[in-house]
Each structure stands twice: as C-alpha cells, then as structure tokens.
C-alpha cells in the first residue's frame, strides 16, 4: 500500500503529459477572443488558465507569450506569473501528498545530494530548476514535490525564478509580428545567458552539497 502513492502519482503525470499532447491547443486568435469575452474578468480568467494549464502540461511558453500578447509585457507577465506559480503549487502539493514519504526511501547516493540541496537550499535550487529551458516546466513541479524542499521555499524561489523567463516569453508575444528585430534577438541572446548561468549555479550547487556530505 505505500507504494501505491507513487504509482498513482507517475501514472498521473504520464497521462496529463499524454493528454496534453492529444488535445487541440488554442492559437493566438482563440486565445485573443477567450480573453475579449471574459470582460473585466479577463485577468482573473487568464491567471486560472496559466494555473490550471501549468498543473496538466499545457505548454508554459505558449501562455507566457500568449500574456505579452494579450496584455502588454508589463501586466501580461504578472499575471502569468501568478497563474504559473499557482499552478507550480498545484502540482507541488499533490506530488507531496503521493509520493514523498515513499521516495525518500528510496535515495541513492547521488538522489541524496541533491535532496540535500533542496533540504538546505530550497529558495536556490527551486531558482536553478527555472533557468534551465531543458527542464519542462511542470515535470519539475512534480518532481520538487517529492523532494524535502519546504514548500513556501518553492513558491518563492518558483516565483522569482520564473521573472526572467516569463517577461522574455512577453517580450517576444508582444514581438511577434517582427521576430527578426533587435528586440527579439536580445531576448532570445538573454534566455540563452540565464540557462547557462542554471547550469552554472546547479553544478556548484550540488558540488557544494556533495563535499558537505
């Protein structure tokens, strides 16, 4: 019975990540009249979607451009901000309900590490999962679930982690129309830098935690 848990829970993730890959995503257009429809709603039904998209695989770039489109690059990020960090906590909260007591049974050596660089370093590692593109975005929200990170740590450091990424997805929503223009180019030159400067930051993080063993 308590490996019923994590069972569940990879049987969750696979058939969102599955589903999400079946169903029609709506296009800019679709989104645009989702959003004129909503009325003065419209932030509030807008911050739900990235919430509730953010828990079943809907793909984060999609809505953080969709935000700079919709909204502007100023106002479109905060909302999708809020929506993704919500919906970070969405999957965080079911994911450590499922499978975390179980999982910590089962750490290697090397799983160990970087439970501890969650355990003593939450905000830091939470940080160093949004700044690498590699990553996706909601299997890491499951996956810091199971982990000993605290989960106002999480949030915050999910939080803050996601402002560069998702003002330059806005940027480029916002860009759309012209992708070749300086901005769009900086944009995408400065994604390039904060992936580089994850990998960085993780490495020394997990060397940190391995010589503290």
């Not at 909302?79 to 499922?98: D, H, N, P, S």
């Not at 000993?148 to 990424?165: C, D, E, I, Y």
């Not at 030159?189 to 904060?194: H, S």
Request: charged share 10%; with cysteine.
């Amino acid at each position: 019975m308590r490996r019923a848990g994590p069972i569940l829970l990879v049987l969750l993730v696979v058939a969102l990540a599955v589903a999400a890959q079946l169903v029609d995503l709506p296009d800019g257009t679709q989104l645009r009249a989702l959003v004129d429809g909503a009325g003065n709603a419209a932030p509030f039904a807008f911050v739900a979607v990235c919430a509730l998209g953010t828990a079943v695989f809907f793909p984060k770039p999609v809505l953080a451009t969709a935000a700079g489109l919709l909204f502007g690059v100023g106002w479109g990020s905060a909302l999708a901000i809020a929506g993704f960090t919500a919906g970070a906590m969405i999957a965080f909260t079911i994911a450590r309900g499922l499978g975390r007591d179980t999982v910590k049974g089962w750490l290697g050596e090397r799983l160990a590490v970087l439970e501890r660089v969650f355990a003593r370093r939450g905000i830091e590692a939470t940080l160093v999962l949004r700044l690498l593109p590699v990553l996706p975005f909601t299997l890491a929200n499951y996956g810091a679930g199971v982990t000993s990170v605290k989960g106002r740590h999480f949030a915050l450091g999910t939080a803050l982690g996601l402002v560069p990424s998702t003002v330059l997805a806005a940027v480029l929503g916002d860009a759309l129309s012209d992708l070749g223009s300086p901005r769009s180019i900086a944009a995408l030159a400065i994604w390039a830098v904060l992936a580089a400067v994850g990998l960085w930051w993780g490495r020394n993080l997990i060397t940190a935690a391995a010589r503290a063993s």
